[in-house]
RNA sequence: CGGGGAGUAGCGCAGCCCGGUAGCGCAUUCGCUUUGGGAGCGAAGGGUCGCAGGUUCAAAUCCUGUCUCCCCGACCA
């Protein structure tokens, strides 16, 4: 058997780079940190934003578009988001090109008077929209949400993870009261916590960023944080309270009900292209990709197996009304009736494509009234009646959903640890995994922890019943245990 | 953006040191036999060797530049 895809423990980063290419999730392109992303890998990113756009419609959000440039004035007007952005951004000079010998070439021409960015994120140019929105408190909240592309001129990229141009959606809402807007950061953290463990199976640690991790120009950030198979950290999904800091770069006031003239209140929230890189190294194994069955867009494939025309006939015929019932549930399935493979090989493709469920179906079968049926997630095959698949075709999907849940899990629960000393802090970081540790809330300390050990503060987490303590590093007082991992 | 490695057919690679006009496996096309875990035999097609210059009678091979990918750092979703 041709090996195709490098074992996880031989080579991790390999490994990924495997699972896309023989999954066909996505291409490099001519462009130094682009992707190409393909249909099997573009149909996963759309089941991701129907799921999550019907979500942010069931919580009030409509959506919009803004332009891709942006004036560079824009750029300037928040401080705190300008430091954070100024370094990454494509910049547009010229409007034109002009033919010579053997080509082209920029027509100096066309130089722009004022030069056009390309979002980064587009806080500035919907919150210059907004000022001409608001006047009133009753034109408030404004709930909006964008399916958008954005560029950040990234030094190191990977497939997914970090590419230069990647797919998204930002919200941005404005509202009249701190309070309000702070509610909505924090309702829209739990919509990304929910859509990461009901439909990514991919379980997430919730909480807010340390002030060096924070969203450039935010009060305050919260993030989902989800451990992968490597023991790294993944940053899944963002929320930010924005303050009034938006508001008073591009003045949008209102006037409330008792006739004062107030700053709006913002937030922002996105999760973009990445989360499928966090899907692939949350459930995928040595055979390829594994995807969950919520978010599949095959969730069943149907290989016949026979000799010769008779049996061909005779398979097919059987397995039809077998698939027109499994389709009537509203499952998508595949038939795959090539000819010139082996039944052999379509297992180990559509094993490569994460494709959840396999049913096999040759001569045997027909004459038991049986079919063989597959789990991608544990590999596990087993002879079934065939009477009644169609049920057990549903109910099995949603154990697989609830299984990989499970599995990814307790993974992340087994590798969540607890430490009282830098000593064993240092021990425990070298094994991968999340580490809970007491830290002095300074971003010197972060800074030397991350220098020493190249760990960050993933997240502080929101505890019930916060155990004070004294920091690892420099021994002051601590009010709780924080998240550190290395991460991507 | 710094250090290291790489780019030859769709994929994986050899050839490069020592220059002589490109090869292997898989895949593809056709035919026959096959089909319950990556089939066999036979025939055929496919590459201006990442790109651009240079040296040379002659460049995949030597030199220069450049683009892209991978790994490690600094920066970030």
New binding site residues.
Partial sequence: ?????TDRKEDY??WY?DVIK?AQLAE?S?????MVIRPTGYAIWENMKSALDQMFKDTGHENAYFPLFIPKSFLSKEAQHVE?FA??CAVITHSRLRSVEGGVEVDPNSKLDEELIVRPTSETIIWDSYRNWIQSYRDLPILINQWANVV?W??????F????E?LWQEGHTAHATKEEAVEEAERMLEVYRTFAEEFMAMPVITGTKSES?R??GAIDTYCIEALMQDGKAL?AG?SHFLGQNFAKAFDVKFQDQDGEHKYVWATSWGV???LIGGLIMTHSDD?GLVIPPKLAPVQLVVVP????DDQ?KLVLEYAQPIIDSIKAKGISVKLDNR???????K???H??KGIPLRI???????ENNN??L?RRDT?E?SIVPSAGIAEYVEELLDTIQNDLFKAAKKRMDDNTREVNSYEEFQIEIEKGGFIYAHWDGTAETEEKIK?ET?ATIRCITVIEDPQPGTCMVSGKPSEQKVLFAR?Y
Avoid at 339 to 345: A, L, Q, R, S, V
Avoid at 360 to 366: K, L, N
Wanted: with cysteine; proline share 4%.
């Fill in positions: 058997m041709a090996k195709r895809i980063s390999q780079l023989e490099h001519p462009v130094r940190g682009c954070g370094k990454e950040r990234e030094m190191r990229t990977r497939l993870l970090r590419t230069m990647f991790e969203f450039a940053q963002t973009s292209t990445r055979n197996i026979y000799r010769g061909r000819d010139n493979f082996k039944p052999g090989w297992f180990a493709e094993e490569a096999a179906i040759g001569p045997r079968d027909v079919l063989e597959a590999l095959k220098e190249k991460s």
